[in-house]
Structure formats: structure tokens, C-alpha cells
């Protein structure tokens, strides 16, 4: 009697872990950069902590950003969180000696906390003032031995462990790319979880930098990003003229004839979460984006995974909450597995 009780107990969990937790097969997944607090350029209020977003099912994917210098003091790679972790606008940030890799441990607290509520956290890589300078594969097993599972004396995070990493590569990168995610591909197999790589791509298809990532090398899910990009932002979607081959469509078709190294790997739309969280003309309303999100997620069931957002401050510190309404939008048509 006691053991059927304990795997009824088991089977409860683990059905609530399937139902909360993220998983890839979803096409109603939201994922979110956090890090910039480019909020607080439009006077809305400084970011939170990162656990302090982890308590509701808005969010899924939370991406660290960023990690912008690949290559720094000491031959370590440089992190900048803003408000939260920066030691150059906060002096008593500790960085670890000979080095500017700072020690944020109330993000690695935060990291668990979010893990704990079913959420992957991602190392997001580059952005727009990147300083993509380092050899593939001495960086590869630095994030790994940093950030993952593997050995290292000085730890940012501490003992928490991240979910993998995200490449937002907007400009050309000195680092060979395809090698570093072959690498990283590589160190996941030796961990003892399931960990991913993702890409954050410009619309117009193929990116410039990461097109030939994509086509060539393994990665789980890309973050398109419909927005600053002009004729293919959100903004331009459902009018006579955007044109098929610059938009959603284009990434869908490639998708459709096995263009990506990964036949499966999820989109995911793309979008500025405040008027002024990137170019103002490419903002949507919140309304205007969940109507797109569902379109796009009827018509193309097997490759849309869901939402990107930029970035948490904006999401969170507007009204109505973008990431809500985008969630609640997702689960209208939410399905995951088989599609059936």
C-alpha cells in the first residue's frame, strides 16, 4: 500500500512538473531578456531582481543579458546586469581578482529560484556593443567550467548552474561561432541535464550572423527578433505590402524545407515589450501582438515554439503586463508533443 501511495504522490509531481515546467514541445512558450533594465531609460521603474519574476507562469525562458565581452582582464570574459550586477557603476560588487568577472551571488540564489519554479535560465551572448574576441575553443570551456557543470575556482553565480546559452550576435564576431556552438553541443552531452542553444537572429532571412549558424550547427530554439529592422517588424505584419519572402513566412518556409542544421528547432516571435524598448515604429500593442502570436500559432503548428520578448523591465513595468498578455494569449491554442 505505502509504495502505490508514494508513486501516486510521484506520478502527481511529475504531471505537475510536465504541466508547469518548460518544455520545448510547447508552442505557447515566452521567453524573456532580463539584465539591461532598458526599462528605466523610458522612466519606468529600475528592474527587480531576478527572482523577483519567477513567481508567476508568465515566463518560461529567462535569458541572462549579458555576457558582451568574450575576452577581458585576465583572459576572462565580462558580465553586465545593469542595475543589479555592475561593478562599474556599483563599487561594492566584488570582481574576482586579476580579472573583471564579477561574483553575483544573489543571481545564483535567484537562478535556483527560478529553476525551482520551472523555468530555464540561459547565458545570453553579445549584444549590441559586443566584444566578440576570443578563440572558440578556449571559450567554450570557460562557460562551461564558469557556468555549467564543469570545474572552476572562481564561479559568478556560485554553485547554481544555467540551462546554456543564448548567441545574440548583432554585429560580425572575430570568434569562430559555428566551432564555439559545436563545442558547446559537444559539453552538453557530458552533463547531467538537458541543456540548450539558442539564437536570437535580425528578421530579414538569412541573418547576416547567424544565418550560416543556423543552417550548419545544432540550436534548440531561435529568437527571431521582428523589431529595428524596419520593412519586417511586428508593425508591418497583416498589411498587403510586407513582403513574403521578409517576414515570418520566409523563416517558416526554411524551416519547411530542412534549411536549419536542426529540423526541429523552434521560432519563436519576436517583439519590443514597450514603446520605446527599441525603434518606437516597431512596436504592437499588446493586443495587436497576441491576435499575430495567434495567427502565426494556428497556421504553423510544427515550428512555432512561442514569444520573445525585450525586455523584462519594459514587460513588467508596463500596463497592461506584456509578458501576461502574451501569455494568455499562447494558452488560447497552447499544445504540446505531437501537435495533434
Not at 555592475?86 to 561574483?103: C, Q
Not at 557530458?190 to 550560416?212: H, V
Not at 500593442?285 to 495567434?294: G, I, K, T, V
Request: with cysteine.
Amino acid at each position: 500500500m505505502f509504495s502505490l501511495v508514494v508513486v501516486s504522490i510521484l506520478s502527481a509531481i511529475l504531471a505537475a512538473v510536465s504541466v508547469f515546467g518548460f518544455d520545448i514541445t510547447c508552442n505557447s512558450n515566452v521567453a524573456v531578456y532580463w539584465g539591461q533594465n532598458s526599462g528605466a531609460s523610458g522612466s519606468l521603474p529600475y528592474q527587480k531582481p531576478l527572482g523577483s519574476y519567477c513567481d508567476d507562469d508568465n515566463v518560461d525562458v529567462i535569458l541572462l543579458s549579458f555576457l558582451y565581452i568574450l575576452q577581458g582582464k585576465g583572459g576572462y570574459p565580462v558580465l553586465n546586469f545593469a542595475n543589479v550586477c555592475d561593478y562599474t557603476t556599483n563599487a561594492s560588487v566584488p570582481v574576482f581578482p586579476g580579472t573583471e568577472l564579477m561574483h553575483c551571488s544573489d543571481m545564483g540564489a535567484d537562478i535556483k529560484h527560478c529553476q525551482s519554479k520551472g523555468k530555464i535560465v540561459l547565458l545570453s551572448i553579445g549584444g549590441a556593443t559586443a566584444q566578440l574576441n576570443a578563440d572558440a575553443a578556449t571559450f567554450s570551456k570557460q562557460i562551461w567550467d564558469l557556468f555549467m557543470e564543469g570545474s572552476s575556482d572562481i564561479r559568478p553565480f556560485d554553485d547554481a548552474v544555467i540551462d546554456g546559452v543564448d548567441l545574440d550576435i548583432e554585429q560580425g564576431s572575430q570568434m569562430n561561432l559555428i566551432e564555439f556552438a559545436n563545442n558547446m553541443n559537444q559539453l552538453y552531452k557530458t552533463g547531467s541535464k538537458k541543456y540548450y542553444l539558442t539564437a536570437a537572429p535580425q528578421c530579414p532571412y538569412p541573418d547576416a550572423n547567424l544565418g550560416t549558424l543556423l543552417a550548419q550547427t545544432h540550436v534548440d530554439m531561435a529568437f527571431v527578433q521582428f523589431y529595428n529592422s524596419g520593412w519586417c517588424d511586428n508593425s508591418k505584419y497583416g498589411l498587403p505590402h510586407w513582403p513574403q519572402s521578409m517576414n515570418y513566412y520566409m523563416w517558416e518556409d526554411a524551416w519547411r524545407n530542412s534549411s536549419f542544421a536542426n529540423k526541429d528547432m523552434k521560432l519563436y516571435v519576436g517583439a519590443t515589450a514597450g514603446q520605446n524598448a527599441g525603434n518606437p515604429s516597431s512596436y504592437v500593442s499588446p493586443s495587436f501582438f497576441a491576435n499575430e502570436l495567434q495567427e502565426l500559432q494556428m497556421n504553423y503548428t510544427d515550428s512555432f515554439g512561442g514569444a520573445m520578448l525585450w525586455d523584462m523591465s519594459w514587460a513588467y513595468g508596463s500596463t497592461p503586463n506584456y509578458a501576461a498578455s502574451t501569455k494568455q494569449a499562447l494558452m488560447v491554442g497552447s499544445k504540446c508533443g505531437g501537435y495533434a
